[in-house]
């Protein structure tokens, strides 16, 4: 049975336009424009356009062609309903330029695992230093997270350590919530999915998002109750809620913290 995601990203929030305008005709003989990968914008004068990725999905149940800003990956999402022309997306494209720089150029900067960035782990900032000489892979070090090797490897090797972080500190939740449920999950595994932060299989299995060693501790526990609810009962029922409620106090605060920091941590790295 599929699951909802637990914290659907809602890359909408801005608020998702809507248009209603047919496309011009095409004249005749002319090639059908394509659906390009990047759209130009023009942020200022003078200054060179940035390129905004454009992402561009069919669906058969839209009515209208719509656009909204995908927080998550600084770009723009174009649905069409199934026979509508791209040129119909071109358009809106065109005559919300002025409405997508505003929120293109206003989304906070993820930061990279870089040497001088900081990057949350628990939701405490953390500078990361890159320590060439020194042969111990990666440490933390007070408010520090020191990366020793090769420059070029550095955010492989930050990456590879916060997944380890990750299944040390999620499975911590997930095992004491478990036993405080008396429930026994089938395994954890951590995944790099960008739409959900959680979710339970019907086999009992449940994973996570290993961003969320990023989000502070009460948020990880509040999505590893949501999961751990999930194996008893198998739906969004008043019955789950309330085993929610008996395990974690904070849903609300937490579902609210991902609502507003979520599209920066999935932006990260
Ligand atoms: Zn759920």
């Known amino acids: 049975m599929p699951r909802r995601p637990l914290v659907p990203s809602r890359p909408d ?7 209603s305008r047919a496309a011009p005709p095409a004249p005749r003989r002319a090639p059908a424009p394509q659906a390009p990968d990047t759209v130009a914008l023009q942020i200022g004068a003078g200054a060179p356009p940035l ?3 454009v992402l561009w999905r069919r669906s058969a149940r839209a ?5 909204r800003i995908d927080p998550a990956k600084g770009g723009l999402v174009v649905t069409l309903p199934a026979r509508t022309p791209v040129e119909t997306g071109l358009n809106l494209l065109r ?23 900081t990057i949350p782990l628990d939701g405490t900032p953390m500078l990361i230093r890159h320590c060439p000489q020194a042969r111990r892979g990666v440490w933390i070090d007070g408010p520090e997270i ?6 070029d490897f550095m955010a492989r090797r930050l990456r590879e ?19 405080t449920a008396g429930l026994k999950p089938a395994g954890l595994v951590l995944r790099d999915t960008r739409s959900r932060w959680g979710s339970c299989s019907d086999s009992g299995q449940i ?10 501790a009460w948020v990880q526990h509040y999505v590893a109750a949501h999961e751990i609810a999930h194996l008893r009962h198998f739906d969004h029922s008043p019955a789950f809620w309330r085993l929610v409620g008996t395990l974690c106090t904070t849903r609300h605060e937490a579902e609210a913290w991902l609502r507003t920091n979520g599209p920066l941590l999935m932006r990260i790295g």
């Open 51 to 53: 390129m905004a990725p």
């Open 146 to 151: 020191r990366v020793s090797g090769d420059a």
């Open 63 to 67: 009515r209208r062609v719509t656009l």
């Open 13 to 19: 929030g801005a608020g998702a336009l809507r248009s």
């Open 161 to 179: 350590f916060l997944m380890r972080e990750a299944r040390t500190r999620l499975g911590r939740h997930v095992a004491a919530l478990a036993a």
């Open 95 to 117: 005559t919300h330029h002025d409405w997508i720089v505003a929120r293109i150029t206003t989304l906070p900067a993820a930061p990279t695992f870089q040497d001088g960035e």
């Open 207 to 216: 994973m996570l998002c290993w961003r969320l060693v990023m989000a502070p």
